[in-house]
């Protein structure tokens, strides 16, 4: 039989919509619906009987707004059915269950504010169906999924926003073989007017990345360093208000991480660890008490101390650095105190001594190690002057004062980053605005200004390909801000309710991304980067 043409209202401006006409006697449809004596209207709330015959069923402005699960099972000859203004505001899942010889559907001139992606579940026979003047802004993904045969899809009339959550229908238009006139977007404003065929699937950036609580670890610590020991993957944990450097380990299994081992330190600022030729060390740096070296007993499966700290050089510890130049390990001390020295030590075959004083008497904040060109530095932050840079003398084995980031003042930490062969510092500042600067030939230059007060963490570190940076603070949220490659800055990503941070930690695992944020007021947080597709 001849199909009759889908009655449709046009979107105001495309031309007026031709007039309805469905000549049902074109496809042997009586033009009124069968009835059995003494049944209700299907509107109301008793059930119809089921009578074989009637295989065609028109609702217009028959009063109802809402089509729950199940609304026809009771007539399962239906082929045809036109449910056009009745003001619709919600399709419920499986509302056509049992309408499995259903071959046309119009729902036209209503008002669906919410339409379930189940809604055609079952309708395995269905041909043709108009969504036609629905004031439709979006359509839930996978709604066409179930209807394999489906040859004419009407949606004029409807002002579907052209965002992620449509791009899914833009796919679906370029695979179907199904007859579909032209729809237009409604917006966003950059879309608008356009038809929504024609929208280049590259147009619609759906992906995005959130990071989101995934373990909270009951307890305050002011430094965290991950490591990894005999193929395990740990966590060093400064715990001034516990008295410890606290050790976590990686449970792979419940994916979080565990209790390992606490090492007494009543005012540990920093703990550091050091694998050494298989062998674990572990720098724990007290503000009061010394500072020692401690190494994991694999005898006795215990941290033991094997070392004191000279308490002369070393008063006041507020950062450690390790790294190695020509296979030598080192590592390094800023100290914080008005008679103390930032100090270097080296490794040899008994332990880790003394070999270099740098620095003193500046009260030193934060020690950053880096190489730029193939030359060791150190760039020391003090709260009297500008940050500092030494550079390595591979003939005197010794670092030598190269220069300074003169125009920067009160930082309290540097940490620095690459992108392909540019180098980056990150300055933060507790006074002043935070900066991040790159390095040009023999100097820095300013690069980007981030807005900070209480600043003492600011961090760049690099999950799943992309480069953020964590804007630490005192007094207010932390900042989440994401490298944007075409203008060459960060942007503002994302907040996290982080108490008086002091670092951001990655985790380095395979499986997921984690990032471990240490708190000095409230608990330590482990947060999870997670993907997300908008379009799904």
């Not at 009407?154 to 007859?179: F, H, P, Q, Y």
């Amino acid at each position: 039989p001849a199909v009759p043409p889908l009655p449709h209202q046009p979107p105001p401006g495309l031309g007026a919509a031709p007039p309805l006409s469905l000549s049902l006697s074109a496809i042997s449809i009586p033009a009124t619906p069968l009835k059995v004596p003494g049944c209700p209207d299907l509107c109301s709330d008793s059930p119809l009987i089921s009578v074989p015959l009637l295989f065609c069923r028109t609702l217009i402005n028959a009063g109802f707004s809402e089509l729950k699960e199940a609304a026809f099972a009771h007539l399962p000859s239906l082929q045809f059915l036109l449910l056009n203004s009745n003001k619709f505001s919600l399709i419920r899942d499986n509302a056509f269950t049992g309408l499995s010889r259903l071959q046309y559907l119009f729902i036209e001139n209503n008002d669906i504010r919410s339409l379930s992606k189940n809604a055609f579940r079952g309708l395995k026979s269905l041909t043709h169906l108009s969504l036609a003047n629905n004031n439709l802004q979006t359509l839930p993904r996978d709604l066409l999924k179930p209807l394999d045969i489906l040859s004419d899809l009407d949606l004029r009339g409807n002002s579907l926003t052209c965002d992620c959550k449509i791009k899914w229908l833009v796919e679906w238009m370029e695979n179907t073989n199904a007859s579909m006139p032209d729809i237009f977007c409604g917006g966003p404003p950059q879309y608008q007017g356009q038809k929504i065929r024609e929208l280049p699937l590259k147009n619609f950036d759906c992906i995005t990345t959130d990071f989101v609580v995934h373990q909270v670890l009951p307890f305050q610590s002011v430094s965290a360093e991950p490591f990894t020991y005999s193929s395990d993957l740990y966590m060093a944990l400064a715990q001034p208000s516990s008295s410890s450097c606290t050790v976590l380990k990686w449970d792979y299994v419940e994916r979080k991480l565990r209790d390992f081992d606490r090492i007494p330190a009543h005012s540990a600022v920093y703990c550091k660890p050091i694998v050494v030729d298989s062998h674990l060390y572990i720098v724990v740096a007290q503000l009061f008490g010394g500072s020692y070296i401690y190494r994991w007993d694999t005898n006795i499966d215990k941290f033991i101390k094997i070392q004191d700290i000279d308490s002369q050089k070393i008063r006041k510890p507020n950062d450690i650095e390790a790294f190695q130049i020509d296979s030598e390990w080192f590592f390094i001390i800023a100290d914080s105190s008005k008679a103390g020295s930032t100090s270097l030590y080296r490794w040899n075959q008994n332990g880790f001594f003394s070999h270099q004083d740098l620095h003193s008497w500046h009260r030193d904040t934060d020690v950053e190690y880096l190489e730029v060109d193939g030359k060791p530095r150190l760039i020391i932050s003090s709260s009297s002057q500008a940050p500092i840079v030494y550079q390595w003398n591979r003939s005197q084995k010794q670092f030598a004062h190269w220069g300074d980031i003169a125009e920067v003042l009160d930082v309290q930490m540097v940490k620095h980053f690459q992108m392909k062969r540019d180098h980056y510092l990150c300055l933060s500042r507790y006074i002043g605005d935070s900066k991040v600067v790159r390095w040009e030939g023999l100097r820095f230059t300013e690069l980007q200004t981030l807005p900070s007060r209480g600043s003492m963490v600011m961090e760049p570190f690099q999950i799943s390909q992309q480069l953020y940076l964590a804007l630490g603070s005192d007094f207010s949220f932390t900042h989440i801000y994401l490298w944007d490659e075409e203008k060459q800055k960060f942007v503002k990503f994302q907040e996290l309710s982080v108490q008086a941070p002091r670092a951001f930690q990655p985790i380095p695992l395979e499986a997921m991304s984690v990032l471990l944020a240490p708190s000095f007021k409230g608990n330590t947080l482990v947060y999870k980067h997670i993907v997300v597709d908008l379009s799904l």
